[in-house]
């Protein structure tokens, strides 16, 4: 074959090569949007939705709470998520639970589901919301929360990506999640007494720092409420900002992370139950002693003895209201960024992905104001919402992983920026931060003690 015929057929299968990549480019990719979100009808949609929302409200003349934890550790080793795919975890460091916690005014009735998973998939959530109703559980209202840890359990999140990062789907596995978070749920309900609540926050701003940005702002405050039956019992539900990645990214164990272990000491000391749910962790990182197993112990028992020494604020939730609301979160197109300025097409992340379910649950209990979120928010949005609720009379506690989830929220100045939060993350491209802030302060601004 001549030089020119080899020339000829290298030049074909070049132009052929570079024509099939133009062509998947053009199907599999497209450019972000950085048009201002204030200008996008999404956005105006849901704020003028929670403009003209109204809140459930009823008024009672008592508090009754009650509680349960119950086992879910799977009977066969299954994926770890969180990290890197790790594969099927190799020994059991801590059992894991569905904790549920149930309040009540005589008049509306909520609980709190609570999970040691990175998050409660969209997926998981509808299957349980379906058992809830088909038990015919008497709750007005259930809020979701997990813990975050990276060395749960995986098997529930469905879809490719999934399977691909996640730990895939197993419906015995869900199957079994859903019929515990049942008997927790009965457990709670039926356990119900008559209860006092306090607000307590303190300050373990020694034990977290920003991971993105050097001696960035943070969140540093533990906060917590704590349901005192008249027999003595207590209960907590608390949240705190710091990641929980205090376990090695290598650990092959199943863990629930330092909030297990926080749980555990608080529930070895004057509690009989104590539920942690994930706070606005985005763009937080516990300063742990280290990432072994009595290394993270011993972090969870820092955090603990930090909520004795520097309580920085305690109060009784004395006035009997509650108060229910859900807000459904329109968005912008999926913004899944592979470089600055190119992102998968919404068909693609879709596929890859499913629902996201984007939504917040609004909660208020007396003058304390509970928002659960679908986002990951950055906890460096947290002093200023606090400061407008403090202004109202309000104690505020953000929970996330409710249910849905959408990805990092975090500031905008941050977008173009080579951090995981906001590049491989960062779901539904820029301007989210100015969104949710925007929410967030209409829901406070729009709540009253």
Not at 84 to 89: L, V
Not at 201 to 223: E, I, W, Y
Not at 381 to 394: C, D, I, M, V
Request: hydrophobic share 35%.
């Amino acid at each position: 074959m001549s030089t020119k015929s080899i020339l000829l057929k290298t030049t074909k299968v070049l132009s052929w090569t570079f024509v099939v990549l133009v062509v998947f480019g053009l199907i599999l990719l497209t450019k972000v949007d950085r048009s201002p979100i204030e200008d996008q009808d999404f956005y105006k949609e849901t704020l003028e939705r929670l403009d003209q929302s109204t809140f459930s409200n009823s008024q009672g003349d008592t508090w009754i709470a009650g509680w349960s934890s119950v086992n879910m550790t799977p009977s066969e080793p299954a994926d770890l998520v969180g990290y890197a795919p790790r594969g099927k975890y190799e020994f059991v460091q801590d059992s894991s639970y569905v904790k549920a916690l149930a309040l009540s005014n005589g008049k509306t009735r909520i609980a709190w589901l609570n999970y040691e998973l990175l998050i409660v998939h969209p997926s998981l959530a509808e299957q349980l919301q379906t058992a809830i109703k088909e038990a015919k559980l008497p709750i007005d209202q259930v809020i979701f929360t997990a813990t975050h840890t990276h060395s749960g359990m995986g098997g529930y999140m469905p879809g490719p990506m999934g399977e691909i990062a996640f730990g895939g789907y197993d419906q015995s596995i869900v199957e079994m999640m859903v019929s515990r978070s049942l008997s927790a749920l009965q457990n709670a309900i039926a356990s119900q007494d008559t209860v006092s609540i306090t607000y307590r926050k303190s300050d373990a701003g020694d034990l977290v720092s920003n991971r993105f940005v050097k001696d960035g702002p943070t969140d540093p405050f533990v906060r917590q409420l704590i349901f005192t039956k008249t027999s003595g019992k207590k209960a907590t539900f608390l949240t705190y900002s710091a990641h929980a990645t205090t376990m090695s990214t290598k650990f092959m164990g199943l863990s629930g992370d330092y909030p297990f272990y926080l749980t555990k000491d608080l529930e070895a000391g004057g509690f009989d139950f104590a539920m942690y749910a994930a706070g606005a962790v985005g763009s937080h990182r516990p300063l742990r002693p280290g990432n072994t197993p009595e290394m993270v112990e011993r972090y969870a028992h820092q955090l603990d003895s930090t909520l004795n020494l520097r309580m920085t604020y305690f109060a009784t939730v004395k006035n009997h209201r509650i108060k229910t609301g859900y807000l459904p979160i329109s968005l912008r197109e999926p913004h899944l960024r592979v470089s600055d300025n190119v992102r998968l097409r919404p068909w693609l992340f879709n596929y890859l992905l499913g629902d996201t379910n984007a939504h917040l649950d609004i909660t208020q209990i007396g003058n304390t104001l509970m928002i659960a979120s679908s986002g990951e928010l950055s906890g460096v949005f947290y002093e200023k919402w606090e400061n407008l609720a403090q202004s109202k009379g309000l104690n505020l506690i953000v929970t996330t992983f409710n249910g849905g989830y959408i990805g990092y929220i975090t500031p905008d100045e941050l977008y173009d920026e080579d951090f995981h939060e906001v590049r491989e993350m960062n779901w539904y491209g820029p301007g989210n931060g100015k969104y949710f802030d925007e929410m967030m302060m209409a829901i406070i601004k729009k709540s009253t003690p």
